[in-house]
């Protein structure tokens, strides 16, 4: 670094220290080439041991994408499918409990479900899905349905989205993924997705479940065709809202998958952009506590380096993901819990299972499939650690 930029990141570096807000031109900077990454993210990792000692966490978990037909057409999108398209399909009520029952058979404690609007299913085919999911296997936390979903929900209902919600919550429904963020700002909202939930309806919609009590994640969808100011522009947004309601857990920065999309010409950032907006990431959002690398999108060696630029969590096992694999992601279908551990342990942090909603998880150690859920992580970070003390 020269000399202006030396300064220029002591600055910087003081005010993070001293616990002191960054700014946009703060989270501008840090993204110039000229910054070096090590340099951002070994004050990006001071701020995680911090806020969460040397724990490395994960959670074991599966998807369910009940249908791949919608009536959006996002360039970003590889997974969509119109409703006579050779690939389009429909999960049901037999093929939704299955997906249950394997996850509880496996151990899961979470089921992540998100998939198309389908313009032929109406708001009871999808509440269905989560009562019938609820009632069968009680013990599976239901993350379920992004914004955009929620106000397509709203759409077909003509009911509040305090109403959806409710009612969602009301037949099982524990929480709520980030997806649907992309970006913010409509200079590249507008390109990406300009028919779904706008910017204004993810907040409020993230709004109104943190009100009613329903802790949810946020993301950043990155690498596509947006500039340093609008990924901070968009940390920024997600920040104030945090301030006001404090309902995020995690945030998850996306890497944009190019492959079988309409943005097909764009290269995918590179493993040195990931980590940055990783560690960048985790400097910006001083109000939330936990930063997932999510090794799906990233790549299993990526993520699992970024548990020293910033990140806290890997996610877990993750199985049946189909939205980033149609983009072209090469990771693996699961990752085993063997690996997931390993992965953790090799990069010099304490493994610990976590369930959705960040309490440790406790499992027999004679009966894989009977666990509990116990104390908040919170409670864990001073306990465990961090390097060095």
């Given at each position: ?67 791949n ?104 429904l ?22 779904k ?43 104030d ?63 699992q ?17 189909l ?15 063997d ?21 440790r ?29």
């Open positions: 670094m020269n000399h202006d930029y030396e300064t220029r990141f002591r600055e910087i570096r003081n005010k993070v220290e001293a616990q002191q807000r960054l700014t946009l031109d703060d989270g501008i900077f840090l993204y110039d080439p000229n910054v070096p990454l090590q340099a951002v993210g070994e004050l990006a990792n001071w701020v995680r041991e911090q806020k969460n000692g040397n724990v490395g966490y994960y959670n074991i978990n599966t998807h369910l994408n009940p249908t037909v919608c009536v959006y057409r996002c360039r970003f999108c590889a997974f969509r499918s119109d409703l006579r398209d050779p690939k389009g399909y429909v999960m049901n009520d037999e093929q939704i409990l299955a997906r249950g029952r394997e996850a509880t058979e496996n151990g899961c404690t979470e089921m992540h479900i998100v998939g198309g609007l389908h313009h032929q299913k109406t708001y009871e085919w999808y509440r269905n899905m989560i009562e019938i999911l609820h009632r069968e296997y009680p013990k599976i936390h239901l993350k379920g349905w992004t914004a955009v979903e929620i106000n397509w929900f709203e759409f077909q209902t003509k009911k509040s989205v305090r109403w959806v919600l409710e009612d969602l919550k009301s037949v099982g524990g929480s709520m993924p980030g997806g649907g963020a992309e970006i913010f700002h409509p200079e590249v909202r507008d390109q990406l997705c300009e028919h939930a706008n910017t204004h309806a993810w907040l409020d919609i993230h709004r109104t479940a943190h009100q009613i009590g329903l802790k949810t994640n946020c993301t950043m969808l990155y690498g596509h065709v947006e500039k340093a100011f609008h990924r901070i522009d968009h940390l920024l947004r997600l920040r809202l945090q301030d006001e309601t404090g309902g995020f857990q995690v945030f998850i920065p996306l890497a944009f998958h190019p492959e079988n999309t309409k943005l097909s010409d764009i290269k995918k950032s590179s493993a040195l952009m990931d980590l940055r907006t990783i560690a960048i990431s985790r400097l910006m959002l001083d109000n939330v506590q936990h930063i997932k690398a999510y090794w799906i999108m990233l790549g299993v060696e990526t993520a380096t970024a548990l020293a630029y910033g990140a806290d969590d890997l996610d877990g096992t993750v199985r049946h993901e939205i980033y694999h149609d983009a072209g992601a090469t990771t693996p279908e699961f990752l085993s819990i690996k997931i551990r390993g992965l953790i342990s090799e990069a010099g942090r304490e493994p610990i299972e976590r369930d959705t909603i960040y309490r998880v406790h499992r027999d150690p004679d009966d894989f499939k009977n666990w509990k859920s116990g104390e908040p992580v919170s409670s864990l970070a001073s306990a465990v650690g961090s390097v060095g003390q």
